[in-house]
């Protein structure tokens, strides 16, 4: 700041407060208000009327930040393991059914999930669910010695290139 104005920036900050106050001096020189009464919260602030120019020397300075949004986040889990059912013979009698999958997920930096299930290519295949969430899927088992896998991917609503799959397999009972 240039000092020549500092006197001057006085001189209009005092006449602003004797003209807020309902106060004058004799001998003070008169000074037009160029700033209106803004209540925030408890506080009153002034800020510059928009119907007059401000001058430059005492604009209040604005400093801005780019901020970037952050990039989207998955996680997604098995909250329970699935089981494939067991059938019963006439040498072993025994039978359960299976019992089902539940994968749960989180996403950040997007509004909600798209949902895949053996379709790991096809974004949203199961639908579009919110940020957070967790289901409770049926496990087809396949009636032969092994193994069945299925795959769950859960992408950031949107965002087609942010995903994470998982595989959960179960033995299957023939």
Not at 56 to 82: E, L, N
Not at 84 to 104: K, L
Not at 109 to 116: C, D, E, H, I, Y
Not at 130 to 159: E, I, P, R
């Amino acid at each position: 700041m240039r000092t020549g104005h500092l006197p001057r920036l006085i001189i209009a900050l005092a006449g602003l407060c004797l003209a807020g106050c309902g106060a004058t001096q004799a001998g003070s020189p008169a000074v037009e208000s160029t700033t209106t009464p803004v209540s925030v919260g408890t506080t009153t602030s002034t800020r510059p009327s928009a119907d007059k120019p401000v001058d430059q020397t005492t604009r209040p300075s604005s400093h801005t930040s780019a901020t970037s949004k952050p990039a989207p986040t998955v996680s997604i889990s098995v909250v329970r393991q699935p089981t494939c059912p067991v059938h019963g013979t006439p040498d072993a009698p025994f039978s359960s059914p299976g019992t089902d999958v539940i994968i749960s997920w989180k996403v950040t930096g997007a509004s909600g999930a798209a949902v895949a299930v053996d379709n790991p290519n096809i974004y949203g295949a199961y639908g579009m669910y919110d940020a957070t969430g967790q289901l409770t899927l049926a496990f087809g088992c396949s009636g032969t010695t092994g193994k069945t896998t299925h795959t769950y991917t859960v992408w950031s609503a949107g965002v087609k290139d942010v995903s994470k799959t998982i595989s959960v397999s179960a033995t299957n009972n023939p």
